[in-house]
């Protein structure tokens, strides 16, 4: 008798939605309650070096751990199963969040958000690794695309929480709850069959050297990583620079930097949902691809138009800007279809947290080389910039593979 294919609306995809819906949560919380909860630590919100010092600092810390956990998890995700990894990294920052609650310095907050970053790191490719292995082909795209798009409201909901219990560790120790929560659900949820088949096979797993000593799967590996840089520089320069951007296109403004990541958030899960359903109806993750990156040069173009005259049209161009990057859905999917089942976490896990990482160097870019180097305005540095990233990307879609009609039950050898 032959199984009844998986449905997109089964426990895995509704597990994994809400899992990395508490990633966002926590991972877009401190950007929301940073000036409040700094200033409750002691740092004087008037010494504009003092704010930016401590915000990177913390920042920082948590990239780092992003780092670290996306290489950890992802080679746990291939040697120890989908599952051992949704479950070990929502415990891990679900009690770093709980820990951030009760911070009292600068110190304590960066050391939290570092192993808070350790545990967000896993979360998003194992559960896109699992969905995608547990889901025919035919309804893939539309799964991974529900998992991001629910996932992503969960800015939107860190920001709403703090507008209502105005008690930054309070929204801290929500967070950690949130996620205990969820380890009931994934109780009942199942390990990947394709998983456990190369387990029985003695195949070697999850062997993070394996995309480097191989030229093919290098060249993948690095593709797969450039196709995701967009919505990092459109969140990490234009959306949290809003308020500085706003202040060079007309002046004075009252723009809130947690309200406009919130507007784009919710435009990238709406994005992120949508992007799944036109990849099936093109058939294709890579024209799916580039109609999102034609609406994030559109955005973009708009932004620097001139047009945006006061905190209304700003606030609207940062949500068409989150839209237009709503392909992080497919861009992770794709970096989970373009690898064997025996590296397939690490690759999904990895990709998406290099494309975080990427931000650091994308800031350098904007502020130390464009900026205090060659002494050019904000609005130059990000236009430059803009224009490099897309560039790199779109040069970088063009030699990746299509994925869509992709079998994935194979291993790399």
């Not at 990895?350 to 305005?377: C, E, H, S, Y």
Request: charged residues 15%.
């Amino acid at each position: 008798m032959n199984k009844k294919p998986a449905s997109i609306f089964n426990v895995a995809v509704i597990v994994a939605a809400l899992g990395y819906f508490v990633d966002i949560y926590d991972l877009l919380l401190f950007t929301i309650v940073r000036e409040p909860s700094l200033k409750d630590l002691g740092v004087n919100l008037q010494d504009g070096k003092a704010v930016l010092a401590a915000s990177t600092k913390i920042i920082n810390w948590q990239m780092v751990g992003l780092l670290i956990g996306g290489i950890v998890w992802g080679i746990m995700g291939d040697k120890k199963g989908r599952l051992s990894v949704l479950f070990g990294s929502i415990i891990l920052y679900s009690v770093a969040n709980f820990i951030t609650g009760f911070v009292q310095d600068t110190d304590q907050y960066a050391y939290a958000r570092f192993f808070a970053g350790i545990g967000l790191a896993g979360e998003l490719g194992a559960g896109i690794t699992l969905v995608s292995e547990l889901l025919p082909k035919n309804k893939r795209g539309i799964g991974t695309s529900l998992v991001a798009g629910i996932g992503l409201f969960g800015a939107v909901f860190a920001y709403f929480t703090f507008k209502f219990t105005d008690d930054w560790r309070l929204c801290y120790k929500i967070g950690g709850g949130l996620g205990v929560s969820l380890l009931f659900l994934r109780i009942t949820v199942a390990e990947s069959g394709m998983f456990k088949d190369v387990k029985q096979q003695g195949v070697s797993r999850g062997n993070l050297l394996a995309f480097f000593n191989d030229a093919k799967r290098f060249k993948k590996y690095i593709l797969a990583i450039l196709i995701g840089l967009p919505t990092w520089y459109v969140i990490g320069i234009l959306v949290n620079y809003s308020n500085r951007f706003a202040n060079a296109f007309y002046g004075d403004n009252a723009i809130e930097s947690g309200k406009a990541i919130m507007y784009a958030y919710a435009a990238i899960a709406v994005g992120d949902i949508l992007v799944g359903f036109v990849s099936q109806y093109f058939k294709s993750r890579k024209k799916a691809l580039y109609l999102f990156y034609a609406f994030t040069i559109i955005s973009g173009t708009f932004f620097f138009s001139g047009m945006i005259q006061n905190d209304a049209m700003m606030y609207v161009a940062c949500t068409f800007l989150g839209f237009s990057t709503g392909f992080w859905a497919i861009f992770v999917t794709m970096g989970a279809e373009q690898f064997g089942t025996n590296l397939r976490a690490t690759a999904a896990t990895t990709i998406p947290n290099m494309v975080r990482g990427a931000l650091p160097l994308i800031n350098m870019l904007f502020l130390d080389l464009f900026q205090q180097k060659w002494g050019l305005t904000i609005i130059e540095s990000g236009i430059i910039t803009g224009v490099l990233v897309m560039a790199i990307t779109l040069v970088a879609v063009y030699f990746t593979e299509e994925t869509f009609h992709k079998d994935l039950n194979y291993t790399e050898e």
